[in-house]
């Protein structure tokens, strides 16, 4: 069994919540659980509710979709030091993509009504979630906005 | 007999030795000329003619250490560079050159030194490839950041393995998109820049691909701390003379076939980012 000392040292090291006060950490690993997933099942499925929010901590992930009729597409692998998933932040809760484990996975996982209950009452950990969250918004929307340019592909003359 | 000073608009005449395929639209050609070597530095280019099609600029994806036949990878995209894509061995094509700004290899001595390549801006960035690692002990870390559209588009992929089993190199590649078996990593090149090990305080940077890739990974160099003034991009325009003459490649106040490719980025930071030019 994972202790709380642990889950609070896994928040500590993750670059995510790097630096972030002992008081709001604690808030955290109430909410906090280990977890492992093998190589090829599924983190979360595309329509489920999203319920949890995870640090990776070991592992690669693939972000998948799928239309039907067509094969399924990778939009974007996510690694060790990243996060993932933050449709447990704005309603209706539903994830909008798959979640792969490409290798053997090991994410902390975070209870999503747990968690936004605690930001809820305590607004400083809401902003200082919020905060954090944001930068890794901004960057997978510009990273998004440049595979749509097909930056590679052949221009247009 | 006064020899006459050689015309500089006048190529000098290779033979096709091998043909390549790399890719489904991109090829290597290796040229060989009677009249002996082709000395050049990593980063320049040549103007090579093809025979009732054309002059166009293409970089030497070559090793300035072995000067003894000419490389340059080609994208088939047009009439020119189409017609390059049919030639065979025993071919002729036409050569000026080399021309340009070389990557500044030597000055990075001392320093990391990060390779950010997109698409098939890898293939001016081999030669000081090359040169790095035959001078890997110069260097502190050496990494490689490479991205493609998709795994069947990865340029000189057995190169790019055979350098990831380096101890003394770290080589990250990422797709744009993957249909299909895939493990490697998917998501734009200038994620890569985030994950690779260097220490931005000392590192010089190589960029090269097409132009917005080109912004945002010099973008993601600067949030990571690299010093705008240890960056690099060589960029593309038309070109007719090659030699600084005739205005075609004009960016500016520059040249690009004169004052470039091989630009510093402190040089044309203002440049980069106008869209009419
Ligand atoms: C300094 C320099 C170094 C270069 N090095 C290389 C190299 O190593 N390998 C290489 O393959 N090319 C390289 N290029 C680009 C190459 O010169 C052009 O692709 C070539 O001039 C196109 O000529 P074309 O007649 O075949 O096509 P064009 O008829 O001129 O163009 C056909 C179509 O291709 C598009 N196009 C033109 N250039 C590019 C491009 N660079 N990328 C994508 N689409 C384009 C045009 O918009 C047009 O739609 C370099 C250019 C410069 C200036
Ligand atoms: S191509 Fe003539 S000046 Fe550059």
């Given at each position: 069994?994972?202790?709380?000392?642990?889950?609070?040292?896994?928040?500590?090291?993750?670059?995510?919540?790097?630096?972030?006060?002992?008081?709001?950490?604690?808030?955290?690993?109430?909410?906090?659980?280990n977890e492992r997933v093998e190589a090829g099942k599924y983190l979360f499925r595309q329509g489920a509710p999203a319920d949890s929010f995870y640090l990776v901590r070991h592992?690669?992930?693939?972000?998948?979709?799928?239309?039907?009729?067509?094969?399924?597409?990778?939009?974007?692998?996510?690694?060790?030091?990243?996060?993932?998933?933050?449709?447990?932040?704005?309603?209706?809760?539903?994830?909008?993509?798959?979640?792969?484990?490409?290798?053997?996975?090991?994410?902390?996982?975070?209870?999503?009504?747990?968690?936004?209950?605690?930001?809820?009452?305590?607004?400083?950990?809401?902003?200082?979630?919020?905060?954090?969250?944001?930068?890794?918004?901004?960057?997978?929307l510009a990273a998004t906005r440049l595979q749509l340019l097909d930056l590679y592909g052949k221009q247009k003359g | 007999m006064i020899a006459l000073p050689a015309d500089p608009m006048l190529p000098r005449l290779f033979d096709v030795l091998k043909v390549k395929r790399e890719l489904a639209d991109t090829f290597t050609l290796e040229l060989k000329s009677d009249g002996g070597g082709f000395g050049f530095q990593a980063g320049q280019f040549n103007m090579l003619y093809?025979?009732?099609?054309?002059?166009?600029?293409?970089?030497?994806?070559?090793?300035?250490?072995?000067?003894?036949?000419?490389?340059?990878?080609?994208?088939?995209?047009?009439?020119?560079?189409?017609?390059?894509?049919?030639?065979?061995?025993?071919?002729?094509?036409?050569?000026?050159?080399?021309?340009?700004?070389?990557?500044?290899?030597?000055?990075?001595?001392?320093?990391d030194l990060v390779i950010v390549a997109g698409g098939v801006g890898l293939a001016p960035l081999r030669p000081a490839i090359y040169q790095a690692l035959a001078n890997r002990e110069k260097f502190g870390r050496v990494s490689i950041l490479y991205g493609a559209r998709s795994p069947e588009d990865i340029l000189f992929?057995?190169?790019?393995?055979?350098?990831?089993?380096?101890?003394?190199?770290?080589?990250?590649?990422?797709?744009?998109?993957?249909?299909?078996?895939?493990?490697?990593?998917?998501?734009?090149?200038?994620?890569?820049?985030?994950?690779?090990?260097?220490?931005?305080?000392?590192?010089?940077?190589?960029?090269?691909?097409?132009?917005?890739?080109?912004?945002?990974?010099?973008?993601?160099?600067?949030?990571?701390?690299v010093s705008t003034d240890k960056i690099h991009v060589s960029m593309e325009r038309n070109m007719k003379c090659g030699l600084g003459v005739c205005g075609h490649c004009q960016w500016g106040p520059h040249f690009v076939c004169r004052d470039g490719p091989v630009f510093h980025f402190d040089e044309i930071a203002g440049l980069f980012s106008v869209r009419e030019l």
């Open positions: 069994m994972v202790q709380i000392d642990d889950l609070g040292r896994i928040i500590d090291e993750h670059p995510f919540f790097r630096g972030i006060d002992a008081k709001l950490r604690a808030l955290l690993v109430g909410c906090a659980a592992g690669s992930l693939a972000i998948e979709t799928h239309a039907p009729g067509r094969p399924v597409i990778t939009v974007e692998s996510v690694g060790e030091g990243e996060i993932i998933g933050w449709s447990w932040l704005v309603a209706p809760y539903r994830w909008t993509f798959d979640a792969r484990a490409v290798t053997l996975l090991r994410v902390l996982s975070f209870d999503a009504t747990c968690l936004r209950g605690k930001m809820d009452a305590d607004p400083v950990l809401g902003y200082e979630v919020l905060r954090r969250f944001v930068p890794v918004m901004g960057q997978r | 093809a025979f009732g099609a054309g002059e166009v600029p293409i970089s030497i994806s070559g090793d300035p250490g072995k000067p003894g036949t000419l490389v340059h990878t080609i994208r088939a995209v047009g009439a020119v560079t189409e017609a390059m894509g049919r030639l065979k061995p025993g071919d002729t094509l036409g050569v000026r050159g080399p021309y340009g700004t070389p990557w500044p290899v030597e000055q990075a001595f001392g320093d992929r057995k190169e790019l393995e055979q350098w990831r089993g380096r101890f003394d190199l770290e080589v990250l590649v990422t797709v744009d998109r993957v249909s299909g078996n895939w493990g490697g990593n998917v998501g734009v090149v200038t994620k890569l820049v985030a994950k690779a090990g260097f220490d931005p305080m000392d590192t010089t940077a190589f960029v090269c691909g097409p132009e917005v890739m080109m912004r945002f990974a010099v973008d993601s160099l600067e949030k990571r701390g």
